[in-house]
Structures are given as C-alpha cells and as structure tokens.
C-alpha cells in the first residue's frame, strides 16, 4: 500500500492541525493505521492508532485528549486532528499502515517494526 501525507505546517501554541494520509494500492481495510512522529536526533515516537474499522483507537499519553484519530474508509483516508497544539508537538508525522484486522492491546501498537508500510512525513511546527 502506498500511503501520502498532507496537512502540516506552521501553527501557533493552542492552535490546531488535521493531517491526513490517503492510501491506494491496496484494500484499505485489510490495515490499522498509525501516526508517528520523530524529531532530529530522538526515536520515533508512537502518537496513535486506528483499526482496520475505526471502532478501536489508542494514543500516546501526551497526546490523549488533545488528538484524535479516525479514518473514512470510504475515502481510504486516516485523519489526526491536532488541538491544542503545545511548542513539544513539533516533530516530522509520518502514517504507517500494519497489516491484518486482529485487534491487540495498546502496547501492541507502539513498536514501528510492526508497521510494514510508510508515508513521507509531513512537517508540524509549533511555535510558542
């Protein structure tokens, strides 16, 4: 599945952003998908994830209550709807797709390793 990421740029503190990702090349529903993020010189870093249905999502603890995740299916489209945007949530964002509709605990998600596809990353800049 190829996967493109959209919608960064440059937002004020407490401002807000969706990114969006669009897969096509594969069945859509076959996937969770997760967002990711990575600054220069740290790992990258487990923000969220949705299921193959949308029914089941888990995010980060710094994140949790300010982001969401959900995905149109019809569409082939996963969105991250960022409020309350904070100088820290600067980073590069990058979908990744995990094949399979089994659903696991939160943990489970958080590896990279477990995601065999990648969009390109989009820039989210915070300033405060």
């Known amino acids: 599945v190829q996967l493109q990421a959209s919608g960064g740029g440059l937002v004020q503190s407490g401002g807000s952003l969706r990114l969006s990702c669009a897969a096509s090349g594969r069945t859509f529903t076959n996937y969770a998908m997760g967002w990711f993020r990575q600054t220069p010189g740290k790992e990258r870093e487990f923000v969220a994830v949705?299921?193959?249905?949308?029914?089941?999502?888990y995010y980060v603890d710094s994140v949790r209550g300010r982001f969401t995740i959900s995905r149109d299916n019809a569409k082939n489209t996963v969105y991250l709807q960022m409020n309350s945007l904070r100088p820290e949530d600067t980073a590069v964002y990058y979908c990744a797709a995990m094949s399979g509709r089994r659903l696991y605990s939160d943990s489970y998600y958080y590896r990279q390793s477990r995601y065999g596809y990648w969009g390109q990353g989009t820039q989210v800049t915070v300033s405060s």
């Open positions: 949705v299921t193959w249905s949308g029914d089941t999502t």
